[in-house]
T-cell receptor, first 117, second 110 residues
Framework: NAGVMQNPRHLVRRRGQEARLRCSPMKGHSHVYWYRQLPEEGLKFMVYLQKENIIDESGMPKERFSAEFPKEGPSILRIQQVVRGDSAAYFC???????????????FGPGTRLTVL | EDKVVQSPLSLVVHEGDTVTLNCSYEVTNFRSLLWYKQEKKAPTFLFMLTSSGIEKKSGRLSSILDKKELFSILNITATQTGDSAIYLCAVTTNAGKSTFGDGTTLTVKP
């Protein structure tokens, strides 16, 4: 039973390039969450998606960042025209469909470390 | 491979009880250990620990790290129903890599 998978594990981009981060949720999980972790800081929520639907993108920067979770395939976090400040670890987590009143038990992937030169 | 193991996986207590959550780790080039509280949405940062033996406190919560024995504990005294959540432990390395445990689900009954 594979856990949450993210790739690539490390990504290096030059300023102005595009970064695409992929997340494959655990089997049976239909909800995906993206977080950013800046050096020496905790996790910052970015976006919460179900298949083909963005549930909550309140943590996403207004420009250059987008996320999708298509019917088939992994969830993609896309960062256009990257800048040095985008350098961070990006974590994906997945969970099952939520039952009312239940906890949001998320399982985390290993993260993608983005370095912008 | 880096590993973070939390125990117990779940815990049910009554209001007023004291609980201790455990996090053990095996990582290369340890830098810090972080505790989070996860409720409905995103995890909430609680503590970051980098040095052994120095207790960090925030209200009824406290945490300490033992870098020799490679573990940390999170204590919650006089628990309340609002403490019910999943508590996550994560360890970061000098290379900037973070590894999360699977969490401890705490349920506090009235």
């Amino acid at each position: 039973n594979a856990g949450v998978m993210q790739n690539p594990r490390h990504l290096v981009r030059r300023r102005g390039q595009e970064a695409r981060l992929r997340c494959s949720p655990m089997k049976g999980h239909s909800h995906v969450y993206w977080y950013r972790q800046l050096p020496e800081e905790g996790l910052k929520f970015m976006v919460y998606l179900q298949k083909e639907n963005i549930i909550d993108e309140s943590g996403m920067p207004k420009e250059r960042f987008s996320a999708e979770f298509p019917k088939e395939g992994p969830s993609i976090l896309r960062i256009q025209q990257v800048v040095r400040g985008d350098s961070a670890a990006y974590f994906c987590a997945s969970s099952r469909r939520l039952a009312p009143g239940s906890y949001n038990e998320q399982f985390f992937g290993p993260g993608t470390r983005l370095t912008v030169l | 491979e880096d590993k973070v193991v939390q125990s117990p996986l779940s815990l049910v207590v009554h209001e007023g009880d004291t609980v201790t959550l455990n996090c053990s780790y095996e990582v290369t080039n340890f830098r810090s250990l972080l505790w989070y509280k996860q409720e409905k949405k995103a995890p909430t940062f609680l503590f970051m620990l980098t040095s052994s033996g120095i207790e960090k406190k925030s209200g009824r919560l406290s945490s300490i790290l033992d870098k020799k024995e490679l573990f940390s504990i999170l204590n919650i005294t006089a628990t309340q129903t609002g403490d019910s959540a999943i508590y996550l432990c994560a360890v970061t390395t000098n290379a900037g890599k973070s590894t999360f445990g699977d969490g401890t689900t705490l349920t506090v009954k009235p």
